[in-house]
């Protein structure tokens, strides 16, 4: 019998034993990789089809995102409502989004009803029309959504500090506009479809509690299709990076506006280089979680803001570091300022062991959530997948985690954590 007036022992993230749950990998006729993670006793699954589509392929802006937006617009066979009506029935949904290098199509549902939902993603697939009524429709929204948003300062900031750091006219640094919208045309994202989704790349992630006959009904749907395997190696499409000279800026967005919206950014290398997850561990005690030390300092102390984040951007070919918030404008500039003094103490001073231990173990109970169920556990498989990694990855990086010395990050900070270094931005 367990005694009630023991306390139980406390055991810190970091003596954890973690494992990443494996996968099963099958092919389709066609050659299309299919990852199956069977977990979880629950009757739910996760079918997610990813295509090399997204505006890194596009040879006019928005093409990528229009497309990936109308799939569900209709087909030769049905119109939007009918699609939409279908999944719902079946109590599933369905989600698109397009990202800077792919593009997911994303199924939620009962396993017991995957038959009768494969095949009308599949129908998306094959036969997506993109009516020109549904086109102009999804024209005039956007334009109105993008009339309204950039009234708010925190959009206008996150739009020109990527346009900075990379260029307007590359993938991760352009954005869209009235005329860009205007423009757009049917034939546009008809082309791109055929191309980059018809006769794309494609690779799918299942996981949940599969049906015995998944991979069977994936084939018999998709495998007969023109698709074409993954290949994570997009340099058949070049874009060169051209930053801006200017590396500090104020936008007046609004006369009247009290808060301001700051962005301070660099480039970065992508999750290949030797130093992306050390620095993982350094950007979190910078400001990657609300113990950090901007936190503490420019939240918790000087109370200049409701909270500041730092973190690496998603993306496969490049990344950028970049530090986020809204202060008040009065205190914008101090606010940059102490970003600079955090920087500071960490390129001058060791990070103390009961510091560098609380980050471990909050980085450390962060996987552990990641690990958590079979959509989590897809989701860490997909994000090595995509980045052409493997397993060791994981591993490499839980032991980065726990081992990695003040020293070492010392080291870092002296390297990447120089202000002359960032491009700065305040947008009011």
């Known amino acids: 019998m367990v005694d009630r007036l023991i306390a ?30 069977n977990l979880g006793e629950l009757d739910t699954l996760m079918v997610n089809f990813v295509f090399s589509a997204g505006n890194w392929f596009e040879e006019k802006n928005l093409v990528a995102a229009t497309t990936s937006y109308l799939l569900k617009s209709g087909t030769s066979k049905k119109n939007a409502f009918e699609i939409n009506e279908h999944f719902e029935y079946y109590g599933s949904s369905l989600s698109r989004s397009c990202h800077n290098e792919t593009a997911d199509i994303t199924l939620h549902c009962l396993g017991k009803y995957a038959n009768e939902l494969l095949p009308a993603i599949a129908e998306l697939i094959n036969d997506a029309t993109f009516p020109q009524e549904e086109l102009d429709i999804y024209k005039k929204n ?16 996150s739009r020109l500090i990527d346009a900075y750091l990379f260029g307007e006219k590359h993938p991760y640094g352009k954005y869209s506009s009235f005329n860009d919208y205007a ?15 018809q006769n794309g790349r494609c690779v799918i992630f299942v996981a949940g509690k599969l049906p015995d006959n998944i991979i069977e009904e994936l084939d018999k749907n998709f495998g007969s299709f023109p698709l074409k395997p993954w290949n994570t190696a997009v340099e058949n499409i070049e874009h060169d990076i051209i ?13 009247n506006g009290v808060q301001g919206s700051i962005r301070i950014a660099r480039e970065f290398p992508n999750r290949h280089h030797p130093d992306f997850q050390k620095a993982g561990v350094l950007n979190n005690i ?10 503490a ?16 951007m998603n993306n496969i070919q490049q990344s950028a570091w970049m530090i986020s918030t809204e202060a008040g404008k009065d205190v914008c500039r101090a606010t940059i300022e102490e970003v600079h003094n955090e920087m500071e103490s960490l390129r001058d001073e060791l990070i103390d062991e009961e510091e560098l231990q609380t980050a471990r173990n909050f980085m450390i109970g962060t996987i552990l959530g990641d690990l ?15 980045n052409n990694l493997d397993e060791n990855y994981f591993y490499n990086g839980v032991n980065i985690i726990k081992t990695v010395t003040a020293e070492e990050l010392k080291a870092l900070a002296e390297k990447y954590l120089k202000p002359e270094d960032f491009y700065e931005l305040v947008v009011v």
Not at 243 to 255: F, L, Q, S, T, W
């Open 372 to 386: 958590d169920g079979p959509f989590h556990v897809a989701g860490r498989w997909k994000n090595i997948i995509l």
């Open 183 to 197: 423009s757009l045309q049917r034939d546009d994202a008809a082309n791109f479809f055929k191309q980059y989704y």
């Open 142 to 157: 956007s334009q109105q959504r993008l009339q309204v948003s950039l009234k708010k300062s925190e959009f206008v900031a």
């Open 8 to 37: 139980p022992k406390i055991t810190d993230a970091v003596d954890f034993t973690l494992k990443l749950p494996s996968y099963q990998k099958h092919l389709l006729k066609n050659g299309v990789e299919v990852y199956a993670i």
């Open 243 to 255: 930053p801006a000279i200017e590396k500090k800026y104020n936008v007046i967005n609004d006369e």
């Open 286 to 295: 910078f400001g990657g979680y609300f113990g950090s030390r901007l936190m």
């Open 297 to 312: 300092n420019i939240r918790e102390d000087k109370g200049y803001t409701y909270g500041i984040h730092s973190y690496f």
